[in-house]
């Protein structure tokens, strides 16, 4: 029973360590500055060119 408890808080703790890693780098890699931004990326266009069209139209 001992040997279980200490194999599950190291388990624990390791898992807590990593997400906490994890979450550190979403904080620093910017994940977290705007959250309001999210609801209105789909009302965005991104304007792509045609497929292969070299001049910008009809020929």
Do not use: C, H, S
Request: hydrophobic residues 45%.
């Amino acid at each position: 029973m001992l040997v279980m408890t200490i194999i599950l808080l190291i388990t624990t703790t390791i898992l807590g360590g990593i997400f906490f890693v994890l979450f550190r780098w979403a904080v620093k890699d910017g994940q977290f500055d705007d959250p309001e931004e999210a609801k209105y990326v789909i009302f965005r266009e991104e304007e792509k060119p045609a497929e292969g069209a070299v001049d910008g139209g009809n020929k």
